[in-house]
């Protein structure tokens, strides 16, 4: 398998994080009628029955640099959750392949202290201020006393926060009510408190309409270029037109497996090279889904695996 413009390997622990992953693949067993279900404990399964599995992830191959996003698209059941909850350490059992960070096998205790996670769902007090709730969540995570008299406070952490992801206007309001992508930021905004090297978001634009999401992952993205760089990987399902300009660099899941990684912006322009156009025009993400799910059934995912750095 050909990687084209490979990331270097080496780096510190106080480095921003490179992440790679080679061939990840991820099954889980399943029993009777389904991966969740099992036989009584004095009835053995047939053979065929204990020894079967399904592939929720199969060979993925990418990487995601600091200071870029990386956006994992494809239809619900595409295995896109299943791949963050892998690349962040939240599921390590079951799962093959090679995830490295920084050129080394983790995740370390170091590199999941300098991670941050958002899953789909808003877990917030609706009664607490936007403010209140940053504040509270700084004095959970951040050390209790300053290593130096420069080190920020929780309050000053939660302003910090709050100025990035554009929140200081509803700083003073609770979060029940505020807007749906005001409280999508205020997920990622607790998650942004300990300054993550490497940022998770689990689809951060669902739900939200095209205005919402495009100004949630424009914040997103000054956040990932600020300073020296974080490095983020989000899912997303149904992109805007103008949210899809924003990824810098893009995988497409099918069932499980790559279709495409590569740059965002050459995305379309890989597929037409291949013999596969949209017979109008229309929204790359609309395309790209289309071809997800399917409905090119001729597409070879052998063929359609690509590395597009140069």
């Known amino acids: 398998m050909l990687i084209s413009g490979d990331p270097a390997a080496g780096g510190t622990s106080s480095s921003p994080i490179t992440l790679k992953f080679v061939d990840v693949s991820y099954s889980v067993k399943l029993h009777g009628g389904g991966a969740k279900s099992s036989p009584p404990a004095d009835i053995e399964s047939p053979p065929e029955i204990r020894h079967r599995s399904r592939a929720i992830l199969s060979g993925i191959t990418g990487w995601a640099s600091p200071g870029r996003i990386l956006a994992v698209l494809g239809p619900s059941g595409s295995g896109k959750s299943t791949l963050l909850n892998a690349l962040a350490g939240r599921i390590q059992r079951g799962v093959s392949g090679t995830v490295l960070y920084n050129g080394r096998p983790g995740p370390t205790r170091h590199v999941l202290r300098r991670t941050g996670f958002v899953a789909q769902d808003d877990a917030l007090h609706p009664h607490l201020t936007v403010r209140e709730t940053l504040v509270f969540c700084a004095r959970l995570r951040l050390p209790a006393r300053r290593a130096s008299p420069g080190e920020e406070s929780a309050a000053e952490a939660a302003e910090r926060v709050m100025s990035e ?128 799910n399917g409905m090119y059934s001729s597409l070879s995912f052998s063929l359609a695996l690509f590395f597009s750095y140069n």
């Open 165 to 292: 992801l554009g929140l200081t206007k509803c700083g003073d309001t609770a979060v029940g009510g505020v807007s749906g992508g005001e409280r999508r930021r205020v997920s990622i905004a607790r998650e942004m408190l300990v300054d993550p090297s490497l940022l998770v978001l689990d689809e951060p634009t669902s739900g939200l309409d095209a205005t919402a999401a495009y100004r949630l992952v424009a914040a997103v993205s000054a956040a990932a270029k600020a300073g020296r760089g974080r490095t983020v990987v989000m899912s997303v399902h149904q992109p805007s037109s103008r949210v899809h300009r924003m990824f810098d660099d893009l995988l497409v899941l099918s069932e499980g497996r790559s279709i495409y990684f590569g740059t965002g912006s050459e995305a379309m322009a890989y597929f037409e090279s291949v013999g596969y156009a949209p017979g109008f025009a229309m929204n790359p993400a609309d395309f790209l889904l289309d071809l997800a």
